[in-house]
Nanobody, 125 residues
């Protein structure tokens, strides 16, 4: 059974940084795409970043472009989200997602089959 486990969330002041990790476990798991989404209270889940694990191409939401970086360590079966210059509006539960189908990286959460349980990020002003 495949599991995605996020870690690294917490409380940080505006302007600070956090690095989220998402480690996959279970049977041999080779996702084609991995992404990060977030959901703030009372809002819909929104796209943050995604990447192709084969070619390494990355895509970001306009709201985080230049501040967040998605990356992957294949040896550790882990994908990261480095978040710099954090703002209070970045406060949300952050979710890692993945899919094993040969898809292009996508902003559509419905294209991702596997999801983590989420990790809370709170940015104080």
């Amino acid at each position: 059974q495949v599991q995605l486990v996020e870690s690294g969330g917490g409380l940080v002041q505006a302007g600070g940084s956090l690095r989220l990790s998402c480690t996959t476990s279970g049977r041999t798991f080779s996702p084609y795409i991995m992404g990060w989404f977030r959901q703030a209270p009372g809002k819909e889940r929104e796209f943050v970043a995604t990447m192709s694990t084969s070619v390494g191409s990355t895509y970001y939401a306009d709201s985080v472009k230049g501040r967040f970086t998605i990356s992957r360590d294949n040896a550790k079966n882990t994908v990261y989200l480095q978040m710099n210059s954090l703002k209070p509006e970045d406060t949300a539960v952050y979710y890692c997602a993945a899919d094993i189908r040969p898809l292009y990286p996508t902003r559509d959460p419905n294209k991702y089959t596997y999801w983590g349980q989420g990790t809370q990020v709170t940015v104080s002003s």
